[in-house]
T-cell receptor, first 114, second 109 residues
Framework: DTAVSQTPKYLVTQMGNDKSIKCEQN?????MYWYKQDSKKFLKIMFS???????INETVPNRFSPKSPDKAHLNLHINSLELGDSAVYFC?????????????FGPGTRLLVL | GIQVEQSPPDLILQEGANSTLRCNFS?????LQWFHQNPWGQLINLFY???GTKQNGRLSATTVATERYSLLYISSSQTTDSGVYFC???????????FGKGITLSVRP
């Protein structure tokens, strides 16, 4: 009965490869997010979707492309991976897109680019 | 953008001790949440508290929005409280959360 799940949990790949991370939530929430946590544990939002519509798009290289096939799923595709992309990527969800919402996080995907 | 500062950056406690973690923010907020990231990396939402006081077991939080700070109290700390505590705030019309750098708590048996 996992609320927010991500696959894979670990991803080790070579520079220049393309990879995808998948996220699913079974909470019935309308809004989903991608966050990046760097090696110093700093968390920063990347994207947010509400009912499959992009509502937050921070300054992220265009090698990163989110896709939301339905409101329960939000995937992150990364092209031409670079060393600096190594981080933990968290998916989160909230009931709506209003500010007064609690966000629930997935377990994270640990990406290591060699 | 809004600045979020948490203090102290690191905290070491003996099991059973109490502690107070602080979050200062530079602008008015309409959302403030406290998270605990356990040693396995999982982020757990502790409180949604843009103002006022809430309690949940040994944890409680108070946000004084007019003075732009929030406090997280941990009483009778346990080793399982170890990890990183994040404060995150939102100021705009959307749900974008800006996180502080976190407070690393180590509770020793």
């Amino acid at each position: 009965d996992t609320a927010v799940s991500q696959t894979p949990k670990y991803l080790v790949t070579q520079m220049g490869n393309d990879k995808s991370i998948k996220c699913e939530q079974n909470l019935g929430h309308d809004t989903m997010y991608w966050y990046k946590q760097d090696s110093k544990k700093f968390l920063k939002i990347m994207f947010s979707y509400n009912n499959k519509e992009l509502i937050i798009n921070e300054t992220v290289p265009n090698r990163f492309s989110p896709k939301s096939p339905d409101k329960a799923h939000l995937n992150l595709h990364i092209n031409s991976l670079e060393l600096g992309d190594s981080a933990v990527y968290f998916c989160a969800s909230s009931q709506g897109s209003r500010v007064q919402e609690t966000q629930y996080f997935g377990p994270g995907t640990r990406l290591l680019v060699l | 953008g809004i600045q979020v500062e948490q203090s102290p950056p690191d905290l070491i406690l003996q099991e059973g001790a109490n502690s107070t973690l602080r979050c200062n923010f530079s602008d008015s907020v309409n959302n403030l949440q406290w998270f605990h990231q356990n040693p396995w990396g999982q982020l757990i939402n502790l409180f949604y508290i843009p103002s006022g006081t809430k309690q949940n077991g040994r944890l409680s939080a108070t946000t004084v929005a007019t003075e732009r700070y929030s406090l997280l109290y941990i009483s009778s700390s346990q080793t399982t409280d170890s990890g990183v505590y994040f404060c995150a705030v939102s100021t705009g019309a959307n749900s974008k959360l800006t996180f502080g750098k976190g407070i690393t708590l180590s509770v020793r048996p």
